[in-house]
């Protein structure tokens, strides 16, 4: 199924993710790699519609229930943008993915991340990550970076030892193998050649 490449990154709000899978997508499109740019949540009509909910102040769903959101809109977004995309032998770079789930559901609320993980696998099936990267800055530097949380955004408002929590899943992964971490604490272009450097070695 996996004709092309699928290349995930990962960071802490303030890493700069959005506008690093940009800059990429551009490079590799501009070296004559098909690419895709993409996000999570969202990607897809359905998915976009979740992620609203996901991140309005209004709604408090528990762990599970962010846990099922995230999981079905990840599926839309699989089934409507990135399978296809894949299956015509575009490489896609998607911002954010399960990774984020097991950093924000299971270290930060608290699920077990065992059963995240099944989750995780039962969506995505059968999709394979062909590279995952995480920005490597900390919460309060991302934070600082942005000029502090914002206050629109559900996610945004948790507390400080909650993305240290987060912050902890994401270099966990790292030292399991799960993640490959990139030095994000220089300028804006050394963390893109760094990216880059990294996604070279699978093309």
């Known amino acids: 199924m996996n004709n092309g490449k699928f290349i995930v990154v990962e960071g802490v709000e303030g890493a ?6 940009a800059m990429l997508t ?15 949540p969202g990607g897809a009509p ?28 990840r ?5 409507k943008v990135v399978f296809p995309a894949l299956e015509n032998g575009k490489t896609v770079v998607c911002d954010r993915f399960i990774y ?4 924000y559901q299971g270290y930060g609320r608290g699920l077990d991340l065992d059963f995240i993980r099944k989750v995780n696998e039962c969506t995505i099936a059968p999709l394979k990550v062909d590279l995952a990267l995480f ?19 559900r996610l945004e408002r948790e507390s400080m030892e909650f993305f ?13 193998g799960e993640l490959e971490p990139v ?21």
Do not use: W
């Open 75 to 79: 599926r839309d977004h699989l089934n």
């Open 16 to 21: 700069g993710k959005s506008r690093q899978c």
């Open 46 to 73: 359905l998915a976009e519609a979740v992620r609203k909910l996901l991140l309005d102040p209004q709604f408090s769903p528990d762990a599970y229930s962010e846990l099922y959101l995230y999981s079905a809109a």
């Open 164 to 176: 240290g929590r987060v912050y902890k899943g994401f270099k966990d992964m790292c030292a399991n």
């Open 26 to 40: 551009d490079a590799l499109n501009a070296a004559g790699v098909d690419a895709l740019l993409t996000r999570e």
């Open 100 to 103: 984020s789930t097991l950093a």
């Open 135 to 153: 920005i490597d800055i900390s919460p309060e530097v991302g934070f600082a970076r942005k000029g502090g949380a914002d206050r629109s955004d």
């Open 183 to 203: 030095d994000g604490s220089g300028e804006k272009e050394q963390t893109a050649y760094n990216i880059l450097r990294a996604v070279r070695g699978i093309l």
